[in-house]
């Protein structure tokens, strides 16, 4: 059970506040506020998922819909009974319409979020009922002329009466013959009729109805007789105006009471999406992170950051507890976060449980079928309970309910007694606690509940660091080591007087003297293995680092060495191509040379000179183009690369005859080549 007291101790109600101020309507305010951890998986699970599907929404598709919607649930049981509502509610419902158009228009098109799209169903929209309520009202207080067209020829006959009216009465106004009755020159309203100001001397020299008087009795209000019935019939028209907006607001009210069971529903979805969709904006400005509902019972927190703490000063916890681990001791020094670290476990589960996420690299937790906690200061002054009794009352309510699912948290259990009782006291309930199968967490100084930890199986211990060289905590936490209170050195750092303090010293029992230098010597192995280890993580990290280096050359090396071979075939190329064409041409000379009938001197000159001439080009091609591959000495087996002499070419190795011919394949060509005249190449 989560109980509201626990929930108070761990603040969860202040994670709620800051909730309740990323929703917003009203009524998704209410529902963050309404918020509490839930203790079946599914129900959880399914919390984590619309989390992480408004998230998605959010930040992933840049979509913000606007859930400031209007509360309409009494209007709308208002208007289940038949009650006429008045323009502000009716307003109000519109908007509702509105909102929920909006919402399912822009939530529709994001995709992967299954549980939002069921959601929409809930919704109900009608265009139509929505354009008539803001087409007939245009602020709370005033209906559109054209709401009706019985509404518009009203007014129209309205506004032409009143300016009748007015005109007849701007005569009374501006004659002579009247002026010197008139207290003002003006035609005012007394009672929706038109009237002019008459000083009281003169009440009889105009003909009509006295309607008002002023405060000091020197003006009368005077509707005069030949407006009387222009008057009588402006009245009528504006008692047709207000029984045509009564019709008007009935036919509204009906509507809304025609569609209230969707309008409800649709309210209901608007208002939790908004409370969803608050939870996934909490995590974006916590920078949190979606905790896993571990099914193997294991709690661990990675750099947890307690959320109520200025993210400037917060040191972030690391602390872990394998499924079989039922108990964690947190011991360490005075001030130095033990209370902090148990509050913050608690309120990670909770929130867990709830379908926050939590502020931390990473988090698991069971689902817990409740958090019972007994952390602080308990002392009642109105039920005559002192500190130690009133934690006892509590801690036996705790232990009435617990279950093998449930979450422990007791701060420095047994304290405010007797040190010997209050030490075997806080072992025997944590035993009891063991028994039942529940995870349990617990600050303590006692070395009985130290010794208990360390003998006990399912026990596991953890320490708030204490600083020897500053004499100060450092607020994190240490799994697995089992620390000391350094009450006497923190005393001694706050400015209590030396003598004290090493007169207290030599009061201490050697016993205790003895098992704090044994704690004390196993902390400092244990730094000196964590140093160990961090330095052999490090070494790891540069052995890789240099490795990653080494392969990342070799790779640009083998890039160097394909280009320069690209680049050499290019050039072969380019000079056969070359050479090539040139021969071409000098053969042709030859061949007109030889098909000469008559040979002279000189063109047997031109032909010698031609033939060295091709000579040349031969022993360049030679010289020049032809790049050896490296040869290989290891045995010749089938698809090895050879090179080929005779071709000046490389080819891939298929097998030879027993005189020594190979079959040698360049590309889809074969060819046959002499014993001798190939070689294994590298």
Not at 519 to 543: H, I, N, P, W, Y
Request: charged share 30%; with cysteine; net charge negative.
């Amino acid at each position: 059970m989560f109980d509201d007291k626990s929930l108070n101790t761990l603040e969860y109600g202040k994670i709620l506040e800051m909730l309740a101020a990323h929703a917003q309507s009203e009524g998704g305010k209410a529902a963050c506020r309404a918020l509490r951890p839930c203790d079946v998986r599914e129900e959880a699970q399914l919390a984590l998922d619309m989390t992480a599907e408004a998230d998605r929404t959010l930040f992933e598709f840049s979509v913000s819909p606007s859930f400031a919607v209007d509360d309409i649930e009494e209007i709308l049981v208002k208007a289940e009974k038949g009650a006429v509502l008045a323009i502000p509610e009716i307003l109000k419902v519109g908007r509702a319409l509105r909102v929920a158009r909006r919402v399912a228009k822009s939530v529709s098109p994001v995709s992967g979020i299954p549980g939002l799209q069921a959601m929409l169903n809930g919704l109900f929209w009608d265009d139509k009922l929505e354009k008539d309520i803001f087409d007939s009202f245009i602020s709370d207080t005033e209906v559109a002329d054209n709401a009706t067209p019985e509404l518009r020829a009203i007014r129209i006959r309205i506004r032409r009466l009143g300016d009748n009216v007015k005109t007849k009465l701007q005569l009374f106004v501006t004659s002579p013959t009247y002026h010197k009755y008139l207290q003002d020159s003006i035609v005012t309203v007394r009672g929706d009729r038109y009237v002019i100001p008459v000083k009281s001397e003169f009440k009889g020299a105009i003909s009509g109805l006295v309607h008002d008087q002023s405060a000091s009795g020197a003006t009368l209000y005077v509707e005069p007789m030949q407006i009387v019935e222009l008057n009588n019939e402006l009245k009528t028209e504006k008692l047709n105006e207000q029984a045509e907006i009564e019709r008007i607001l009935r036919s509204f009210s009906a509507a809304v009471s025609a569609h209230g069971d969707r309008l409800k529903a649709s309210y209901a979805t608007i208002v939790e999406m908004d409370s969803v969709f608050a939870r996934a904006q909490l995590a974006h400005e916590m920078k949190a992170v979606r905790p896993e509902l571990d099914v193997s019972g294991e709690l661990s927190v990675k750099a947890g950051r307690h959320p109520l703490i200025d993210k400037t000063k917060v040191v972030p916890l690391t602390l872990a507890m394998r499924p079989e681990e039922r108990m964690l001791l947190i011991t360490g020094p005075n001030t130095g976060g033990k209370t902090v670290t148990l509050k913050m476990v608690g309120l990670f589960v909770c929130m867990a449980l709830s379908g926050l996420y939590v502020p931390a690299k990473s988090a698991k937790t069971p689902v817990f079928d409740g958090v019972y906690s007994d952390i602080g200061d308990e002392q009642s002054i109105e039920q005559s309970l002192s500190t130690f009794s009133a934690h006892i009352k509590n801690i036996i309510g705790i232990l009435a309910v617990i279950t093998e699912r449930s979450l422990v948290l007791f701060d420095e259990l047994g304290a405010g007694t007797d040190p010997g009782e209050g030490a075997a006291l806080a072992v025997s309930i944590s035993d009891h606690v063991m028994s039942t199968g529940a995870k349990f967490l617990v600050t303590s100084h006692f070395n009985d509940l130290k010794e208990y930890a360390l003998t006990t199986p399912g026990v596991v211990a953890a320490s708030m660091e204490f600083d020897t060289a500053t004499f100060r905590p450092t607020f994190r936490l240490a799994m697995g080591a089992i620390g000391t209170s350094n009450a006497l050195d923190i005393a001694s750092t706050l400015g209590l007087d030396k003598s004290i303090v090493e007169s207290a010293r030599g009061r201490i029992s050697a016993e205790k003297r003895q098992f704090d230098n044994v704690l004390s010597a196993a902390e400092q192995t244990r730094r000196r293995a964590e140093q160990l280890v961090s330095d052999a993580s490090l070494d790891r990290e540069k052995a890789a680092s240099a490795l990653r280096e080494a392969e990342k050359e070799k790779k640009i090396i083998a890039e160097k060495r394909e280009k320069l071979d690209e680049s050499i075939r290019r050039e072969t190329k380019k000079l056969i191509e070359d050479s090539v064409e040139e021969a071409d041409e000098i053969l042709d000379k030859l061949k007109e040379l030889l098909n000469n009938p008559v040979v002279e001197d000189k063109d047997v000159f031109e032909a010698r000179a031609l033939k060295r001439k091709l000579q040349n080009i031969s022993a360049k091609y030679d010289t020049e183009s032809i790049v050896e591959d490296e040869p290989d000495h290891s045995p010749l087996r089938p698809g090895d690369p050879v090179w080929v002499k005779s071709l000046s070419r490389r080819g891939v190795y298929k097998g030879c005859n027993p005189r020594g011919e190979a079959d040698v394949s360049f590309g889809k060509l074969t060819v046959k080549v002499k014993s001798g005249d190939y070689y294994k190449v590298k």
